[in-house]
């Protein structure tokens, strides 16, 4: 089997490994690393710093306010130095190369004051988008087994964890809600046994990079989409991150590909995305994602599709129990079909009745729209109608050259407007 499934090109792919006490993931790096490993992959794997300097001797307790200040502070110049080493081998490896991080920068943030996490950012010229979003390709967060799994909670094991089971929850939180508002979050929780745990982590993994495991890894999680009728208060919200968000669609050599560029970012600070997506082999749809420089995406935007509006959206991003959501807010300039348009997005294996307990009870959800064409973010930028165009995209599944021919489509405007 090959191990990129729609390119040669040879990926550095950095991913964090993060979560609460006992939530598996020492046992989640070694299967990890064995499987890439199999896959031809050299693997990589960051150790946790708070580990190394704390099984040095140093205890919280002992220190005082501007001690333990600086020991953040200098916990997470030691973190970046660290990676950079691995990040800079990775570089040079002439093989695909997985970087497992044992948690990364902004785990740090979950054991700081805003007030002090702020100041440390403003002294150290950093950003969280540069250290959240540019820094990593993928977060996957392994949930602790105080949240779910009570039974199998322990801390024997482990010489730095000392935390019971309700202080184990409480961090489990906190190291979640840091990483909320990466583009690429997963949460593995505790809904079924261990074993099937390991193989969601490294199924959600495969799924981003396009590798096709077969059936070797049981539960399958895939994107749901609901239609949703309003913007509630923000006060109805859990912690949220807000997104400002640009998509450009490409021109393609062929009517099987979509190509598109994403601009994503918070507070003037942006990452860029190259994607394409096109059918696979097996009759699913695969996508390719390319982190892009700022000059690689202004010499991108030449190849811009003049039949597709520009796509604006605010994207929050928002965790109900352990659950992670992405919320797309249509904004204008753009066609008016996707005026007053709101998308809500997560990844899971559930279905049926299962799958409608886990939405966020403070939004009004019209409906689910997975997979339906009139939802599709291609279709939505189109300029031309939908009734006339030869363009409209009805599915990357079917084979069949047909599904990107207009119908005779007749039928409301998608948010309910005439």
Not at 204 to 217: A, E, H, M, P, S
Not at 345 to 365: A, H, V
Request: net charge positive; hydrophobic share 35%.
């Amino acid at each position: 089997m090959k191990n990129m499934a729609a390119t040669d090109v040879k990926k550095v792919y950095k991913l964090v490994l993060t979560g609460g006490p006992c939530g598996g993931k020492t046992t989640g790096q070694a299967r990890m690393c064995t499987f890439f490993e199999n896959l031809g992959w050299k693997v990589f794997r960051v150790p946790e710093t708070a580990t190394v300097l704390l099984s040095g001797g140093i205890k919280f307790s002992d220190l005082t306010t501007d001690e333990a200040y600086k020991f953040q502070e200098n916990l997470l110049r030691t973190m970046i130095q660290i990676e950079n080493t691995f990040f800079e081998l990775g570089k040079s490896c002439t093989r695909n190369c997985l970087i497992i991080c044992d948690r990364g920068v902004m785990d740090a943030s979950a054991f700081v004051s805003k007030e002090k996490w702020e100041r440390m950012m403003k002294t150290n010229n950093w950003n969280p988008v540069e250290l959240r979003d540019n820094r990593y390709n993928h977060i996957v967060h392994m949930v602790s087994a105080a949240n779910g799994a009570e039974p199998f909670y322990s801390t024997e094991d482990h010489a730095c964890r000392s935390e019971g089971v309700d202080l184990a929850r409480e961090l489990d939180y906190k190291s979640a809600a840091a990483w909320i508002g990466h583009p690429y979050f997963d949460v593995i929780d505790n809904s079924t046994d261990f074993e099937n745990k390991m193989n969601r982590m490294i199924e959600c993994v495969c799924q981003k990079l396009g590798i096709d495991t077969g059936d070797r890894l049981s539960t399958t999680s895939k994107k749901v989409k609901f239609l949703v009728s309003e913007l509630p208060p923000d006060s109805s919200f859990p912690a949220f991150q807000d997104f400002d968000v640009v998509h450009h669609y490409l021109q393609c050599a062929g009517p099987r590909v979509q190509a598109r560029l994403r601009k994503r970012g918070q507070n003037g600070h942006f990452s860029y995305i190259h994607t394409i997506r096109r059918p696979h082999l097996h009759g699913q749809s695969i996508e390719v994602k390319t982190q892009l420089t700022h000059r690689d995406y202004l010499n991108m935007l030449t190849q811009r599709d003049d039949a597709h509006f520009t796509i604006y959206k605010k994207r929050r991003c928002f965790l109900v129990n352990n659950q992670y959501f992405q919320m797309d807010i249509y904004k204008e300039p753009g066609h008016p079909r996707c005026k007053g348009l709101i998308l809500l997005e997560t990844y899971t294996s559930l279905t049926g009745d299962k799958l409608k307990g886990i939405l966020p009870k403070f939004l009004k959800i019209v409906k689910e729209v997975t997979g339906h064409p009139d939802y599709s973010m291609f279709n939505l930028s189109l300029k031309e109608d939908w009734s006339n165009t030869k363009k409209f995209c009805y599915s990357l599944h079917d084979q069949d050259e047909g599904d990107f021919r207009a119908k005779g489509r007749s039928h409301k405007m998608i948010n309910g407007k005439a």
